[in-house]
């Protein structure tokens, strides 16, 4: 069974990089056909995909976070991590990794078969 975990600080000041790291057990990152991502939820809003990392170490992001995002990964440790450069209050959300399975459907319409319990990350001074 896959399982998902993310860790990182709950807590980040504004202008400051939030960074996530996702820790992989039960499959490889890299199997063919899956895509790691990234997925948060604000407060009374719905889920918005931020991007993901495909199992050959391609990337894409959400466009209207493109320009302040990176995903890598670390294959040695099963591991991908996000990082949100000049954060706002309105990046306040639940932060969740998942993995998108291409087998089913390309992307977009891939289904999410696993995910992580999510973490809260508030952006505040």
């Known amino acids: 069974q896959v399982q998902l975990q993310e860790s990182g600080p709950g807590l980040v000041k504004p202008s400051q990089t939030l960074s996530l790291t996702c820790t992989v057990s039960g499959g490889s990152i890299t199997t063919n056909f899956y895509f790691w991502s990234w997925i948060r939820q604000p407060p009374g809003k719905g889920l918005e995909w931020i991007g993901y990392?495909?199992?050959?170490?391609?990337?894409y992001y959400s466009p209207s976070l493109e320009s302040r995002t990176s995903i890598s990964r670390d294959t040695s440790k099963n591991q991908f991590t996000l990082q949100l450069s000049s954060v706002t209050p309105e990046d306040t959300a639940v932060y969740y990794c998942?993995?998108?399975?291409?087998?089913?459907?390309?992307?977009?319409?891939?289904?999410?078969?696993?995910w992580g319990q999510g973490t809260q990350v508030t952006v505040s001074s």
């Open positions: 998942a993995r998108g399975d291409g087998h089913v459907s390309s992307w977009p319409s891939y289904p999410y078969d696993y």
């Open positions: 990392i495909g199992y050959s170490g391609s990337t």
